[in-house]
């Protein structure tokens, strides 16, 4: 799925923190580190015509609100956390189109390989 036509785009990458989820013991006793990109779908131009950050989302508040999905209660899934931040963009009024990629590059799997992701989007139409 690509962005709607008409709307503009906010991506916020590479927000990495310590997180406890997993389906294996050890991932919810040791931890390891998840990091999640988002992309935001939205009109900017009132914002930007406007000069005014109340029309357009403020990628320094949810940049902590997806840390602090990482670091808050475990889940088995790293699809389950990924819903819990397409759930939280789209609480975001201007937002109407969101695409969130959660990866677990140090996720047990037993060949090598350099990272794992699932990214879900979501519309609000």
Known sequence: MAIPAGLDRIDLTGIAAR???GV???EKRDGQTF???VSLGLDLGPAAREHDLTKTVH???LAQQVHDAIVGDPVDLIETLALRVVNLCL???WVQ???VT???PEAPIAVTFSNVAVTLE????
């Open 59 to 61: 990628y320094g508040v």
């Open 91 to 93: 609480a975001e009024g």
């Open 122 to 125: 979501r519309s609000k139409s």
């Open 102 to 104: 959660v990866h677990k």
């Open 97 to 99: 189109w969101v695409s």
């Open 35 to 37: 990091v999640i990109d």
């Open 19 to 21: 997180g406890y989820h």
């Open 24 to 26: 294996f013991e050890e």
